[in-house]
């Protein structure tokens, strides 16, 4: 049953003893040294450039979440059934509780209990982010760690993992995710890693681009001014990319208004593995053709040229690294 204590002022206290019945969860990662009330001002949650530094979450601090605990605070109090927000003893370093502890800052708040611990020996900071991070949720209006977020720090683990010259695979995924607390189905995780993987694996044997940048490569390949480029993506082959495809549409049409022809168009292909990419490029052929025919039956260009193309796609970006250099007509 949840219980709070008075926090409407910014100088209200908590009596720790008020914890002494709470139990305390135990952690692979870190040592407890106990509850302890420190200064709000004093927790280290925000890097050299002021961003905040919540490492476990893919889009950062939810600011509503944000909201809704300052208000929560203001008319309910400090909920006293839950863990606090978890700090390094040593640098005061947050782990968990980002939201509570923005809350409180925007609340102007002096003092909170914060859940103390230690980093043992033989983990680093990542694997006590893993493991805290996205397993410790479990607080007032706590928002659960999504499976994109467990895919960010997933990714990072197999990064870390190699720089330590191991290479992770797929049983060290699923091992990965049996350690940190989670309520995902093993078909979920699963799909996970595999897509992780496949990222990963496209990151190592492709070279990535932008829209932007497969613009400007495009232009340099073609001895074109940049506004002359526009380029067009092809993801995986569960990814639905039409969404961009359209928008390029629009843009070339745009482009047609003010200048009176067509421009050229470069494709690039956005997370996927080397050995798809024959296929998947084939796929965006197929699709630059369909619009092609659909431009034919209904702008005035076609009328007095049906074999003129609307799209004037010039060729793929080259992307394979040490295979390919120029573009691939």
């Known amino acids: 049953m949840t219980q709070f204590v008075s926090f409407s002022s910014p100088c209200d206290g908590v009596d720790l003893s008020v914890y002494k019945e709470l139990k305390l969860p135990q952690y692979r990662t870190v040592d407890i040294i106990g509850i302890i009330n420190r200064l709000v001002q004093d927790i280290k949650f925000k890097n050299k450039q002021g961003q905040i530094i919540n490492l476990a979450r893919s889009t950062g601090t939810d600011k509503e979440n944000v909201n809704a605990l300052l208000e929560s605070m203001i008319n309910q109090g400090w909920d006293i059934t839950k863990v606090p927000p978890i700090v390094e003893e040593t640098d005061n370093t947050l782990y968990d509780g ?14 909170a209990p914060y859940l103390v611990v230690k980093r043992k020996e033989g983990f680093t900071v990542d694997d006590v982010i893993d493991e805290i991070g996205l397993g410790a949720n479990n607080h007032s209006q706590s928002k659960k760690a999504t499976i994109a977020d467990f895919k960010k720090r997933f990714a990072s683990f197999i990064i870390r993992q190699k720089e330590n010259g191991k290479e992770v695979t797929t049983n060290d995924g699923l091992e990965w995710f049996a350690a940190i607390p989670n309520a995902f189905s093993d078909e979920k995780i699963e799909n996970a890693i595999d897509d992780v993987f496949s990222t990963a694996k496209a990151r190592q044997n492709m070279e990535a681009f932008t829209k932007k940048q497969a613009e400007e490569k495009g232009a340099e390949l073609l001895n074109l001014d940049r506004s002359q480029v526009f380029a067009i993506n092809k993801g995986r082959k569960q990814a639905n990319t039409s969404t961009y495809f359209k928008r390029v549409l629009f843009e070339i049409l745009d482009y047609f208004d003010d200048h009176g022809e067509v421009p050229s168009v470069v494709a690039f292909l956005s997370k996927v593995e080397a050995e798809d990419s024959e296929e998947r490029r084939k796929d965006l052929q197929l699709e630059v053709e369909r619009y092609n025919r659909v431009m034919a039956r209904v702008a005035d260009l076609y009328k007095r040229n049906p074999n003129q193309d609307f799209i004037k796609l010039e060729g ?5 690294i040490d295979e390919e250099t120029d573009l691939i007509r």
């Open 98 to 111: 980002f939201s509570r502890h923005e809350a409180l800052l925007k609340k102007d708040h002096q003092e």
């Open 316 to 320: 793929f970006i080259p992307q394979i």
